[in-house]
């Protein structure tokens, strides 16, 4: 990939990392600062996803929890970014919410997806590139951008996939700024048939089944004054807003 084909968006995102590459890799349309580092996906489901199989039947996945699980793809009203504000989607695969908080910030503002998985976000670079949006290959528990960088952090349907998740829920609350939102989504059908079966043949799928109560306490732990969780089915929505 030439000079000329770096998506435009990032001279705007560049100057927000924490430690800017000297040679940055645009060669797939998004910014990889993992490079060459070995992938190791957290289980099975994580490994699915880092495929290209899996990548291209996540669209189906999609539309499919969207018909049974209207919630899924739904924030919370009061999470919703001002015109003109920053926006970080933490594993983000194919991009389509990214996009959409893209939209919602209007040109001014800008919304940045994070993923681990090569063909999720190139799927994401192709379909949703734009001025305001733009895609990096990072790893969730190490977000390439110093604290209080952004008004709203999401992240949808990916904690449940990412080891030491607690801690990776305080980092993502970290990355806001005073009076900024956090709005993360678990599918999390705890109690349910999938949970049983797994944990009684022994749970190696790497996925976690997260309490409302524990996850609205560790945001507690962080800070965060207002902590709202709310459960409908298997999906699990906490919102927390980090205090002005
Ligand atoms: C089920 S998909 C959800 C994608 C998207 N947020 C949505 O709701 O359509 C989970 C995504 O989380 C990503 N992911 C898993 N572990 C990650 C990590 N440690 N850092 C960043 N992304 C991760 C996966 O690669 C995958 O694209």
Known sequence: MTEQSVP???????????HAPEQPD???GYLDLLGDQP????????SFWESDL???LYDHAQSLARRMLPTWYRLPDRTR???GGRVLDIGCGPGNITGKLGRAVGPTGLAIGVDVSHPMLSRAARAETAGNVGFIRADARELPFPDGTFDLVTSVAALQLIPEPHAVLAGMARQLAPGGWLAVMVPTPRGGLLHQALTLFGDRSGLTFFDPAELAECLHDTGMKTVHTHQSGPVLWISARQPA
């Open 54 to 56: 899996g990548s291209n």
């Open 81 to 83: 970014p001002p015109t």
């Open 8 to 18: 435009a968006v990032f001279t705007r995102i560049l100057p927000l990392l924490t």
């Open 26 to 28: 645009f060669s797939h």
């Open 39 to 46: 992938e190791q996906p957290a289980g099975p489901v994580q």
